[in-house]
T-cell receptor, first 115, second 112 residues
Framework: SQTIHQWPATLVQPVGSPLSLECTVE??????LYWYRQAAGRGLQLLFY??????ISSEVPQNLSASRPQDRQFILSSKKLLLSDSGFYLC??????????????FGSGTRLTVV | QKEVEQNSGPLSVPEGAIASLNCTYS??????FFWYRQYSGKSPELIMS????GDKEDGRFTAQLNKASQYVSLLIRDSQPSDSATYLC????????????FGTGTRLTIIP
């Protein structure tokens, strides 16, 4: 069966510090991968979307970036965090290619507080 | 801008009653529809998907889709306190586009 791992679970970082969040998927090949952010009391905002290694689509201009160095690994990064980057970061995967789309499976999330 | 709208609630329902959650979407070409449950502090969990007009039942949950009216609903029968959560409606715009658009969610509270 497929599983998605996301870490760390919580993170407190000072303004201006770097960020690296990692997500890995097991039990599937060539998944579509997503990074979402959920600010307190707000909806899910799609940040990045990837259909394959090195293929990243950015949905919202900001000081965040994403990379996909391996088929089942997705990394969210920032060089300098802002207070507005605080939120609940969620990685998700879906079946890639021409497979039937069953929706997303989310990781357990990272709660980031920028202080 | 493609939108998905939900009543933010909170929606309070007595234990044992039917909870009805509604969602409307703006893109008439949308193809697939999903309901996610999110407990406080946790990540969303997929509970129902529906792809064609009509009803789809899974245990105590029933999803209803009406593409002509552009709405999708979720009914929870015999509501339990464990059903208390935020329910997110998500819409897939069209085939070939796997980027779901989410509503802001409806917070449901089941009153014992």
């Amino acid at each position: 069966s497929q599983t998605i791992h996301q870490w760390p679970a919580t993170l407190v970082q000072p303004v201006g510090s770097p960020l690296s969040l990692e997500c890995t998927v097991e039990g599937t090949s060539n998944p579509n991968l997503y990074w979402y952010r959920q600010a307190a009391g707000r909806g899910l905002q799609l940040l990045f979307y990837s259909v394959g290694i090195g293929q990243i689509s950015s949905e919202v201009p900001q000081n965040l970036s994403a990379s996909r160095p391996q088929d089942r690994q997705f990394i969210l990064s920032s060089k300098k965090l802002l207070l507005s980057d605080s939120g609940f970061y969620l990685c998700a995967w879906s079946v890639g290619g021409t497979g039937f789309f069953y929706g997303y499976t989310f990781g357990s999330g990272t709660r980031l507080t920028v202080v | 801008q493609k939108e998905v709208e939900q009543n933010s609630g909170p929606l309070s329902v007595p234990e044992g009653a039917i909870a009805s959650l509604n969602c409307t979407y703006s893109d008439r070409g949308s193809q697939s529809f999903f309901w996610y449950r999110q407990y406080s502090g946790k990540s969303p969990e997929l509970i129902m998907s529906i792809y064609s007009n009509g009803d789809k039942e899974d245990g105590r949950f029933t999803a209803q889709l009406n593409k002509a009216s552009q709405y999708v609903s979720l009914l929870i029968r015999d509501s339990q306190p464990s059903d208390s959560a935020t329910y997110l409606c998500a819409v897939r715009p069209n085939f070939g586009n796997e980027k779901l658009t989410f509503g802001t969610g409806t917070r449901l509270t089941i009153i014992p």
